[in-house]
């Protein structure tokens, strides 16, 4: 297991996890703006959590394959001929190129490092190193790619580095019923988008975990489309819900708005389910990737509803956009005073915290 450095160990003990919401204070601004601090988020947390890397109609022929990264860890996810699918570091054995850097299918059913030219299965194990005669206390059953966890849940597929890990579905058993109860598999992928935000990764989650408090606020056109006062925070072991009653046909009968530790989101109201799954580029900037679903995509009159629907969700989102490129200057003055958190409304980020801070503490 890696061990932390002094220095984030250090900032890890500003946060007191011993203390309830109504005591406790928030976490020091250097959680938001140290490089060392962001390094051992994405070895200790990345790395060992369920990530978001497809949707499951995005991998569908025998011997396709696709690679990307999360963070620093490039992956690459493939459907063999017995139909599985399996994900590894796509990262090549012999001298750590990524082994494919487009996607695509493959003929011969093995994944071929450009550089040069070792053979690896779509089992992942090696087939042919050229060119290596000689060498010696050389096992190629020892050499294949290593494996990751993969798992299907919802519209996506997920992966993670610890192949012990609960499969998600077993994590989020409770979210899953709510979802079921409103249809979700049955939404449609519609379209997606990225967003480059100047703030730390941490910094949109703890805006989005604020249990409504921002929205009256920061949100005026969202306010008025929610019943603000049936605004409720459920916290479960790695994830929470909020939830809220509906005020406008676009909400319909209330919106259930999932956080899944540490960065993916799930947003479903009315007829339409987005999601907003956030990774960090830098310890002051963030990526936010946005994907919607409607129950139907047809039609003048749905797409005209789904026209307003996602025009709506990006004045929500560049109005956040807003929040959190401020908030971070604010960290990043060198003068901010870790805050306290509002204790009915605020729950949902303090868990939050505990949940980063004890993740990065037992790795010590
Ligand atoms: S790095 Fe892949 S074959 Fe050399
Ligand atoms: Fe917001």
């Not at 194990?125 to 096992?139: T, V």
């Not at 790619?145 to 997920?158: D, K, Q, R, S």
């Not at 139907?296 to 560049?318: C, H, M, P």
Request: proline content about 4%; hydrophobic content about 35%.
């Amino acid at each position: 297991m890696k061990k932390l450095s002094e220095h984030v160990a250090s900032q890890l003990q500003e946060f007191n996890v011993t203390l309830p919401v109504d005591e406790a204070t928030m976490p020091p601004a250097t959680w938001y703006t140290d490089t060392d601090f962001l390094k051992a988020e994405l070895d200790l947390v990345f790395r060992n959590t369920w990530q978001p890397i497809m949707r499951r109609d995005q991998i569908n022929g025998v011997n396709t394959y696709k690679s990307g990264t999360v963070g620093k860890i490039p992956w690459v996810v493939t459907r063999g001929p017995d139909h599985k699918l399996r994900a590894f570091y796509n990262i090549c054995r012999h001298k750590g190129r990524e082994v494919v850097c487009k996607d695509g299918t493959s003929k011969s059913g093995e994944l071929v490092c450009g550089y040069h030219g070792w053979s690896f299965g779509i089992d992942g194990q090696l087939k042919s190193a050229p060119q290596i005669g000689g060498i010696k206390n050389f096992k190629k059953e020892n050499t294949g790619l290593v494996p990751m966890a993969i798992c299907e849940w919802g519209h996506w597929i997920f992966v993670n580095g610890d192949v012990d890990a609960t499969p998600i579905s077993e994590d989020l058993s409770d979210l899953n019923k709510q979802l079921i109860n409103r249809n979700w598999e049955r939404l449609q992928y519609h379209s997606h988008k990225y967003w480059t935000i100047n703030c730390n990764w941490k910094a949109y989650i703890d805006n989005y975990l604020d249990g409504g408090y921002h929205i009256p606020h920061m949100h005026p056109t969202l306010d008025a489309q929610l019943k603000m006062d049936s605004y409720q925070t459920d916290c479960f072991p790695k994830y929470s819900i909020q939830t809220s009653g509906g005020a406008s046909a676009r909400i319909g009968a209330g919106s259930i708005y999932a956080w899944i530790y540490p960065n993916f989101m799930i947003n479903l109201y009315g007829n339409c389910l987005d999601i907003n799954y956030v990774i960090p580029i830098n310890e002051d900037q963030c990526q936010v990737y946005y994907e919607f679903y409607f129950h139907d995509l047809d039609g003048e009159e749905q797409k005209s509803l789904i026209g307003k629907s996602i025009k709506q969700a990006d004045i929500t989102q560049v109005e956040d956009i807003e929040i959190c490129e401020s908030v971070q200057k604010g960290l990043q003055s060198g003068a901010y005073i870790a805050g306290r958190y509002a204790p009915g409304l605020e729950k949902g980020e303090h868990h939050f915290h505990l949940l980063l801070c004890k993740d990065l503490s037992n790795s010590k």
